[in-house]
């Protein structure tokens, strides 16, 4: 009798196993899922918002473990979605719209199955040098040495792009490819002459610099920014206030693009729509991370979407 009562618990303990392994007690087999958002330096904006992300969809959606990745930001990250290494990521708009169209540097290797979630906030172009440096506009770059951004960042482009305007190509400067860390640390060094930074302002790697040095961050003229907008439409007019960092002169007249989070055409429309309802319905907590969080909308992040929007995210901003 025994016997058999044992042989009962076992032939249960066996099918169940085996259920289980088929998948058809999904309930309880849950696993988690892992979800990573490539975001950009240490010193920049994408990284601790993207952290700010990552943390809202852990908290909200019981079934996913989100994080963070660091890169060299923008360009390198439209890769890593390409290549299905990550399944979110903070990219400039400029950048989205030239990979999804193989267009710019992405000539020959179009990325179509890049989708969009949404837009979120204005990434400046801000060009900074040493109030001592004898640089005031950017045609004195000529002849210096640049930090233009990370090998890899959308920041990269922007300056290669904005020198263009000015007639000046990277043979006319020396182009250092440095994160917004090492280009602070190089320009407080004297290493390099001026740094190329495209993030929400403030940037924690110029207020740093600013409060140990006297900065100066240039204008882009009304020339140079009808001779951009003819080849590139992203770029828009903004100002930087005077306030924003320590003993500024004034205002700064300067360009910007927009940040947006990206994924691809392959990643589960559950998961994109509860990340992006996550993010979208708790974004005073963002804002309460970077000032640049503050900008995010719900009534304005589907403007000027550079991508084909995805399944997931159209199903929460109900497109
Ligand atoms: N927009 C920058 C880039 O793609 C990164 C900005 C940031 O890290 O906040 O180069």
Known sequence: MLKRKWFCCLAVLVLFGSLLAAGIVPVLAQQRTFVTIATGGLAGVYYPLGGGMARLITNAVDYIDASVQSTGASVSNVGLLDRGNVEFALIQNDIGYYAATG????????????RGVAMLYPETIQIVTLAGSGIHSVADLAGRSVAVGAAGSGT?????????????????????????????????DRNV????LTAGFPTAA??????????RVLDVSEEAFAALTENY???TRVTIPED???NMDGDVSTVAVMAMLATHADVDADIVYES??????????????????????LERAQEGQPLELHEGAARYFGQ
């Not at 267009?103 to 890049?114: H, S, V, W």
């Not at 110029?206 to 900065?215: E, G, H, Y």
Request: glycine share 4%; hydrophobic share 45%.
């Open 193 to 196: 002459d001026a740094a190329f």
């Open 233 to 235: 439409p992203f770029y």
């Open 276 to 297: 992006t309802k996550a993010i979208f319905d708790n974004l005073s907590d963002l804002a309460n991370l970077h000032s640049a969080g503050a900008r995010i909308s």
């Open 156 to 188: 990269e482009a922007n300056a290669r792009q904005i020198l263009a305007a000015y007639g000046l190509t990277y043979e006319d400067i020396s182009p250092d490819y440095l994160s917004f860390a090492e280009a602070a640390s190089n320009l407080r």
């Open 103 to 114: 267009t710019e540097m992405f000539a020959g290797r179009a990325m179509p199955n890049l």
């Open 206 to 215: 110029v207020t740093d610099l600013a409060t140990s040095l006297d900065i």
């Open 244 to 246: 924003t960092y320590r």
